[in-house]
């Protein structure tokens, strides 16, 4: 082979492997292992914020993160779609778009405006658990989720967020550390998503407790709801119910 052919031949095997380098930018670093999360993080804003940041190590970060969310969906049983967005993209502005487009998905005729994360349906699941576990009513169960969201729409106490309500002081009986259990996080899930389609404008989303309904009590065995902390008139379930 004539020095020639040999120094190209070269050239392309260096082109090739800085390609190859540069598409492997976004993935985990050699050497490192995802092994745990934290629940009570959104990863999905994580992701974004290292994807906007756009930097080397800002996207390895966020391929991290990548990895714990999909860990996340897998442990707790949760009904998002996991993601390859940083294994899989090469372009930052790419991978910008691909996830604000997860985030907040283009509808045909009017884009919604999401109210809720992921981890505010794992808050309100793992409430139920404590405040409602034992109860065989559904429909029960979905108040409290209502009662809560009823709460951060009116400010109350001054809360304007799920997780500002749930952990306020001497309100509900909330522990971060509580099981997450199926069953209640589809329903929290479900009454989310009928309360963001509500926020968003749409009417007869299925809302099983009128909105000025900020207070309840239960016995193990039934919940009872009502509008001041001193009234002693309770909701009698009249709402027609998608359950």
Known sequence: MTFKKTAKVLVMLVLVMATMLSM??????????????????????KMRDCAKDGSDSALKMGAIYEEQRNQKID??????????????????????SKIDDYISPKK????????????????????LFRECGGVNSKIEQACVVWTVLNRVDCKYDGCTTIASVVT????????????????????AYDVLTRWNLEKNG???VGRVLPSNYLFFHGDGRHNYFKTSERSSSYWDYSLPSPY
Request: with cysteine; proline share 3%; hydrophobic share 35%.
């Open 168 to 187: 306020a002081p001497k309100q509900f009986d909330y522990s971060s550390g509580t099981t997450v259990r199926q069953d209640l996080y589809d329903l």
């Open 24 to 45: 492997c930018a976004f993935k985990i670093p050699d050497g490192v292992s995802v092994t745990g999360y934290d629940p009570n993080v959104d990863y999905m804003a």
């Open 75 to 96: 442990d707790l049983g949760m009904s998002y779609k996991k993601t390859t967005f940083f294994v899989s993209t090469n372009d930052v502005k790419e991978l910008v």
């Open 202 to 204: 749409q009417t007869d």
């Open 108 to 127: 045909a005729e009017t884009e919604l405006k999401y109210y809720f994360t992921e981890d505010d349906a794992v808050m309100l699941a793992k409430l």
